[in-house]
Structure formats: structure tokens, C-alpha cells
């Protein structure tokens, strides 16, 4: 069965989504704008959600996470709880 690790960023605006991929790719780490900015219980680990399967998260982020490519930061990426930068950091099948 696919396992994947990845860490990400919830914010409630596709602008502020946009401003901090931005950040991220001009060089900031992605574990310290998580900390920084994201609204997630996550945010503590750098926006780490270990591993987890298909169908463990919502459709959206399956969708991407186990899809994408890895080291990557993608994103803006919508869900019911708001807009979220998703960066694949393992991926086995």
C-alpha cells in the first residue's frame, strides 16, 4: 500500500497562501513559516503530518500528495478547513 510523508502550511486565504509560497521559494524554510503562520495543530512540528496512507486525508490533498512531485512545494491547495502549500517529502508504493 502507498505511504506518504509530507508537511504543510493552512492559512484561510489564497493571497496569504500565495505570499508565503512565494517566501518559501525566495529561500525561507518551509518548517519556519509553518511555525510562523499556519493555523494547524501542526505547526509546532514545522507542519510535519508523518506518514499516512490514501483516503487518511481529505480527497485534496490526496489528490496531490500522492501525485506530486517531491520537494516540492505545491499550492495553493483549497479544502473545507481553508488554503493550504503542501511539500511531499516521502513517497514509497
Known sequence: MAKA???HILVDSNEKCEELKN????????AEVARKHSSCPSSRQGGDLGEFGPGQMVKEFDEVVFSGALNT????????????????TERSD
Do not use: C, M, N, W
Open 5 to 7: 510523508k509530507a508537511r
Open 23 to 30: 517566501e518559501i521559494i525566495g529561500g525561507s524554510d518551509f
Open 73 to 88: 512545494v505545491h499550492g495553493p491547495v483549497k479544502t473545507q478547513f481553508g488554503y493550504h502549500l503542501l511539500e511531499i
